[in-house]
């Protein structure tokens, strides 16, 4: 048996040791018998299980006291809705469109209640940049301002530097106007500063663990604002107070995200993660760019993302080979989405440095014997 080089966007590959130790317990979770899946989500065993991923969550994050961490179900998809029935109480919300998942974020929300377009960066169906924070015309009277601090699919990511110039832009202009953000693909890849977001929110299935869990971060004073008719399972509220038990919770994803937490502790922490993740992406792009051009990055190269690369090479009937020699050559996941074609290498937590050598060496190859 052996692993192939996973760069799948996601569902993703999860680290070996991660699922080494769920297949060791799986018949018998630490002597109870049973697996952690097969228990009441109720009982002691699973209690203990899911206090400990939030415990560990907590600490990587260094999530504040004031927040409560959720972990829900229905993937990000559901929180496009979720967030606006939550939080807009009747007013409006900015909404800053930046790739498809903003840009659906946006489609959702106004169907919710009122949301306002701040600024697209859309050109001509491609998606390559982010705006200046300081040139956004902020609504001084919005709920809160959404946005999404990295494309999956078109590879932009929000860097710290650009995340602070937004945070300072947006309370300058509009005291107290909380962010939101879809963190769902580049969560956990690096520290963060929690405290400048009111919610952030992902779904699990690249760099938490399986999908069928969503993890929602909320600041304890956004609780409580859900419109009136909106169904008890998701007031944010309702899952706070119970400790996002209302009912059954995925209670084997949380188990699966707890390994993955108490993998990334022992890993150092999220600083010791991000250094890694940036040798990947650096590597990475340095080989797109050194290319002569046959590897493209349409990206600015400000707001390239560390954890999805999307890249072009001359023609599309290239792509579609390079996929298919990569796929013979035993990588998995590197068609690019559907919707924009080309080749995207995702790089999150669990995929190897050694998987990027692999890559680089076959994207040398495949140059050589087709440019
Ligand atoms: N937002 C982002 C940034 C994503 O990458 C994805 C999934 N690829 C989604 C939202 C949709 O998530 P889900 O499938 O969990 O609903």
């Known amino acids: 048996m052996t692993r192939a080089w996973n760069f799948s966007a996601g569902p993703a590959t999860l680290p070996v040791e991660v699922l080494q130790q769920a297949r060791e317990e799986l018949l018998d979770w630490r002597g109870i018998g049973a697996s ?140 107290g106007v909380p962010l939101v953000s879809d963190m769902s693909s580049h969560i956990l890849s690096r520290p963060l500063a929690v405290r400048r977001y009111g919610l952030i929110s992902a779904g699990a299935q690249k760099n938490i663990g399986p999908s069928g869990l969503t993890l929602v971060i909320v600041r304890d004073d956004l609780l409580g604002r859900a419109a009136a008719g909106t169904p008890t399972i998701l007031d944010y509220r309702n899952q706070a107070d119970n400790d996002s038990m209302l009912n059954t919770p995925s209670t084997f994803a949380i188990y699966v995200a707890g390994l993955v937490f108490k993998w990334l502790k022992a890993r150092g922490g999220l600083a010791a993660v991000a250094a890694v993740n940036r040798e990947k992406a650096r590597r990475l792009y340095a080989a797109i760019d050194g290319s002569g051009g046959f590897y493209r990055s349409e990206v600015d190269v400000a707001c390239r993302s560390i954890m999805n690369v999307p890249f072009r090479l001359p023609v599309p009937e290239l792509e579609a080979r390079f996929v298919q020699a990569s796929e013979a050559a035993g990588f998995i996941g590197l068609k690019g989405h559907k919707s924009v074609g080309g080749i995207r290498a995702s790089l999150y937590n669990a995929v190897p440095l050694e998987a990027v050598e692999a890559l680089l060496r076959f994207m040398d190859e495949f140059r050589a014997a087709n440019a």
């Open 36 to 175: 952690i899946m097969e228990v009441s989500h109720r009982g002691k065993a699973f209690s203990g299980v899911i206090a400990a991923a939030e415990a560990d969550l907590r600490d990587l994050l260094a999530i504040p006291e004031n927040y409560r961490v959720l972990f829900l179900q229905g993937g990000q998809t559901l929180q496009f809705a979720q967030v606006p029935m939550n939080l807009l109480a009747g007013r409006s919300a900015d909404y800053l469109i930046t790739g498809t998942w903003s840009q659906k974020a946006y489609k959702e929300a106004a169907k919710v209640g009122k949301a306002r377009l701040v600024a697209s960066t859309e050109d001509n169906g491609h998606f390559t940049r982010l705006p200046e924070p300081g040139e956004l015309r902020f609504d001084r009277d919005a709920a809160y301002f959404h946005l999404c601090t990295n494309e999956t699919i078109h590879g932009v990511e929000a860097h710290e530097d650009y995340e602070a110039r937004l945070f300072d832009a947006l309370s300058a202009a509009a005291p």
